[in-house]
């Protein structure tokens, strides 16, 4: 079978059973700071979901108006469509500060051939401030037309809580947006908005491992640059120079992405502990090893939830 895991820096593996598709994430007060396992300070990016928010009934006080806005980033050769079923759960459960964003313009960049991490990255920031743009500007909840329809915003919003639901490669895209996400929150003005969650689902933190002779169709597209920027070949990110690899400068501590990364109030990275040959545990972990037994094919079920962190 396959198991789900999530990693964290506060605490430890705790067994469940459900489905494979984690719930969106919600508030809580946990905080973010072990590097045992990654002592330069990657792993302690991230910690425990947080728990919702009291939801504020639209128009029902002039208490400050909150808005929880999760922007969904599918990976590559995705569409906003993949994220059908998580809309279609939060719009039966209706909260009332809730707005969801599924990323659009990547999507005809995003494939095998697509554009470099930082031209998908331009592309989502840019989306992310138009969308921004409309929440902090109307009062009409038809600004989640195409997206999902949720009665969130009657009047202008006070403060912005901004969370990120990253599947595989999005979650790259998403790390190497925050600069420029960074410039858009700063653009807000009077509104305040701040970093809430960063969940990664299969994200490749730290690479993909080049095709070998039973895997060769890995290499199909090795001569674009984004198969480079995120495939390791000989044990190092796929170029030849001494200019770091991309994603090296994602993980660099002294770096602006790590430290922007640092800004989420919660960090969550969900791996699959067996059966994905394009991002094994280890890189969406962001662990230097699997310690899950591996499970026989013959397991039932086959899709499970073996252990998962910061989730209530």
Known sequence: GSEIAST???????????????????????????????????????????????????????????????????????????????MQQVKRRQPADWLILAASRITSSCGFTG?????????????????????????????CAGHVEVDAVCRKPDHVVLHFVCHSLGGLIVRAALPEISKVVERCGETSVTFGHFLSLNSPHLGVRAGSATTAWKNLCRFTLLHRQVNLMDGRLGQASDEPAFLEKLADPSGDYLRLLGKFAHRTAVAATHWDPIVPFCTAAISPTNPFPSAGVADNPFWRIDAALGFD
């Open 8 to 86: 964290s820096s506060t605490a430890p593996p705790t067994r469940s059973t459900g489905s494979s598709t984690a719930p969106p994430p919600s508030e809580s007060n946990g905080d973010a700071s072990d590097d045992a396992v990654d002592p330069e300070g990657l792993t302690s990016q991230f910690s425990p979901t947080m728990r919702t928010r009291a939801a504020v009934p639209c128009g029902a006080s002039s208490s400050p108006r909150v808005i929880q806005l999760f922007v969904l980033v599918h990976g590559i050769c995705g569409s906003p469509e993949d994220w059908s079923e998580w």
């Open 115 to 143: 554009e470099p991490l930082e031209q998908l990255a331009t592309l989502l920031s840019a989306e992310l401030e138009d969308f921004l743009g409309e929440v902090l500007s109307t009062c009409s909840s038809s600004l």
